[in-house]
């Protein structure tokens, strides 16, 4: 079983992950909401505000930006994603996927995985998950409740998922043997206002609303750890509240 203890000789590693179920939507529906998210990660920090899509196959062929959003570029990009086998029709139930990357190397480099469209009958159909920097002067800026909390809030504004989550790899790591029916519980978490009304929390938690759609939920102040055990013990006694108010499971979603 992981402890505490394995993840101190290693700094965490962090990302964003928004998910939601099936929902069937056209490439130019794609590119405008991946237009609203890029656009609003561009004002969370510098690092992510310049973006360019990923080739396919990686690695090969002309580097093509996609900042600022130009809705023609980003809907072919999401035309181009569709699944398919080789040489075979387009998958359209699967979905369509844009990768991007920034303009930062080494330490500041961050992706970002988009998927929408796909109305397989599948809990988390649709994702669109973000690498964060882990070390230097950007993973200091960036890995702080504030800006994570915009992040998040970015997801869920352009995406509108079901729930979204910013945390540390080593933390959901820690979660790998619970049920996975259940959503994971990160350092902030949104939850769509359908899931139901978030239940009161304990201090230092915060909580706010994002516009009309749901609840951001913010276990600490500071950078959350799982090295640290008082923020292992905050995060199972909110998952346990949030639980209780039957908040936890995609089945509900």
Partial sequence: MTTHADFRAYPETYYAGAYWGPRRESPEECAQRAAD????LAACDPLLAN???????RGKGRKTPLMPPDLPILTEAFRRGVNREPGGPPIEHLGLTVSAYNDGSRQDYVSVRMHCGSYEQNKSANVCVLSLPSEGEGAERILTASVLTEVTRS???AWEPDWAVAMSHAHRDMDDGGDKANIWLGWVTYLSRHRGTVPPLPAPVRIELVEDKGTLIILTPERFTAANPEHIALARRVHELLAQAGLMRTVAS
């Fill in 37 to 40: 998210f890029l656009t609003r």
């Fill in 51 to 57: 973006w360019n899509k990923i080739p396919k196959p």
């Fill in 155 to 157: 997801m869920a504004l």
